[in-house]
């Protein structure tokens, strides 16, 4: 079972329409979660973190963390074509945090149609 | 957020010859910074953990001997491809932490390189 999953997609959705990206991660201690944003050819960006169960909004973004179902994900409301990326789960590792790496999910490609 | 640069954003070199890839933290200090790479369409793989003042640690499968990390300073950190290959040609990128952040974990722009 790979440390952290994602759908790969594509995931498409009509401009304006909520996209709902998810995410479940194997080990139970994981204590902080990310969700970056992609484009094709670039770095990743930071969109979200969060670190407590329940929701965290910004702007048009929710982020959902429930630890108890190992499960973490990324609404995306009025959705625009600029959004159309590929989006990628992180989870810190279970190394006692000393290091806080980043283990990575394959990502899920979001496509809005205009 | 934080800002991280990396450099040189794309690079061509002869195979059997070695690049040094750079990784600045701008505005924050960095004791831990992190070397990725991401082949097309596939994810990123840590290669890498890179602690200033001491040896990387390095992920199961990647060669210490051939990527050689160096982490002199708080806000600096260097990948060096020894003898590439055609087959390293890939998008090498950086991260560092903020411990100002959060301990939130910001990438440089990436590095492309190119092996002929």
């Known amino acids: 079972q790979k440390e952290v999953e994602q759908n790969s997609g594509p995931l498409s959705v009509p401009e304006g329409a909520i996209a709902s990206l998810n995410c479940t991660y194997s080990d139970r201690v994981s204590q902080s979660f990310f969700w970056y944003r992609q484009y094709s050819g670039k770095s990743p960006e930071l969109i979200m973190s969060i670190y407590s169960n329940g929701d965290k909004e910004d702007g048009r973004f929710t982020a959902q963390l429930n630890k108890a179902s190992q499960y973490v994900s990324l609404l995306i409301r009025d959705s625009q074509p600029s959004d159309s990326a590929t989006y990628l789960c992180?989870?810190?590792?279970?190394?006692?945090?000393?290091?806080?790496?980043?283990?990575f999910g394959t990502g899920t490609l979001l496509a809005v149609q205009p | 957020g934080a800002v991280v640069s990396q450099h040189p954003s794309r690079v061509i070199c002869k195979s059997g010859t070695s690049v040094k890839i750079e990784c600045r933290s701008l505005d924050f200090q960095a004791t831990t910074m992190f070397w990725y790479r991401q082949f097309p369409k596939q994810s990123l793989m840590l290669m890498a953990t890179?602690?200033?003042?001491?040896?990387?640690?390095?992920e199961q499968g990647v060669e210490k001997d051939k990527f050689l990390i160096n982490h002199a300073s708080l806000t600096l950190s260097t990948l060096t491809v020894t003898s590439a290959h055609p087959e390293d040609s890939s998008f090498y990128i950086c991260s560092a932490r903020s411990q100002n952040s959060g301990n939130t974990i910001y990438f440089g722009e990436g590095s492309w390189l190119t092996v002929v």
């Open positions: 992180a989870v810190t590792g279970a190394n006692g945090g000393a290091t806080n790496k980043l283990i």
């Open positions: 890179s602690n200033e003042g001491s040896k990387a640690t390095y």
